[in-house]
């Protein structure tokens, strides 16, 4: 290994070792660009044609995001970037373009997603997570914020917004969708990943009774009506949707959140197919690339071992089967069309 890729090797590895707590629990690293979209001085402008948003369907993270791009129309202003779901073999934790012709981005021209983080910021020493919105006009990071992105793009957008689009986050509702998606985030998006990063065994099953003390919370909640707020989708269901969607052929094994699969919860798991018959779920997910991630390619650390092999299950075509979830609700659309906010 020559001297630059030691160098890199061993920044990668103290980035890694600085999401680990002494307890061994996993803390996920802050966001580095967080400049909320808006018309105020000093707020991202919200411009048409302006930004391209760069993801993997592998991650819960910018999936959630792109479900939102296309259910508001806004995939016809939003441009969108995909990297592939295998991490590349080279010394740091890193996203590539792998997937595009010549190996790099068509409108960016990176062949790394650090590659942008860096062009942004030199002293980037941070893993490049997706998704991140990236400005086109001078190819500058500009949000990164996975926590408040899809509300911008809920919110702010709105001009953009397609004819009869979704209300996902109605004013009269969102104090408590930001306060269920808190819950939904620490105990279930994040829930996940504390349990299969933990390095210890007291961190692991700290987070692994806390994860399913909020799935049979929500199993409980779903038993009497169809989405997490009612007879509408909202943020919050689409939130929910990106964990539980990868919870079998992902987590179950790889992060070893076994004590049930999604299938074994009657009220998630005709949720969650619900949603994934849904237009924006379903043709947003990708299952090959979420098992060859998890299954492959994700990383805690650079030195674990690198074979990996592919599991051929779980059956996938009970993702179609009828949910019955209709009875729940007395109203025909999914989603609550006001076009007042």
Wanted: glycine residues 4%.
């Amino acid at each position: 290994m020559n001297p630059i890729q030691n160098d890199s090797l061993k920044s990668t590895i103290s980035a890694k070792a600085n999401e680990i707590s002494t307890d061994g629990s996993f803390n996920r690293q802050t966001n580095r660009f967080t400049t909320p979209f808006g018309n105020n001085p000093g707020e991202l402008p919200v411009e048409a044609n302006r930004y391209r948003l760069l993801w993997t369907p592998a991650c819960p993270w910018a999936h959630r995001t792109v479900i939102v791009r296309s259910l508001l129309g806004l995939d016809q202003v939003i441009s969108l970037g995909t990297a592939s779901p295998l991490r590349p073999k080279i010394a740091q934790v890193d996203w590539e373009f792998s997937l595009d012709e010549n190996g790099v981005d068509p409108v960016l021209g990176i062949q790394y997603m650090s590659e942008i983080y860096k062009k942004t910021d030199p002293e980037y020493s941070g893993r490049p997570t997706v998704p991140v919105i990236v400005d086109v006009t001078n190819h500058r990071v500009v949000n990164n914020d996975y926590f408040k992105l899809t509300n911008y793009l809920e919110t702010v957008w709105k001009p953009f917004h397609k004819e009869h689009a979704p209300n996902l986050y109605p004013e009269s509702l969102r104090a408590d969708i930001d306060a269920l998606n808190e819950v939904i985030f620490h105990d279930i998006n994040n829930g996940v990943y504390k349990c299969g990063f933990a390095l210890s065994q007291e961190a692991y099953e700290q987070a692994y009774d806390q994860l399913f003390a909020r799935l049979d919370e929500l199993e409980q909640r779903l038993s009497n009506q169809r989405f997490l707020f009612g007879d509408y989708i909202t943020d919050s269901d689409i939130r929910f949707y990106a964990t539980l969607v990868r919870f079998d052929v992902a987590y179950y094994s790889a992060f070893n959140t076994n004590r049930n699969l999604i299938k074994e919860f009657p009220n998630l798991w005709g949720y969650v197919r619900d949603l994934y018959q849904t237009t924006g779920f379903g043709d947003t997910t990708d299952f090959d690339s979420i098992k060859k991630h998890y299954h492959m390619s994700i990383t805690i650390f650079v030195d674990k071992e690198n074979v990996k092999i592919l599991p051929k299950g779980p059956d996938l075509s009970g993702w179609t089967t009828p949910h019955g979830r209709e009875r729940l609700s007395n109203q025909k659309e999914k989603f609550l069309i006001d076009t007042k906010e």
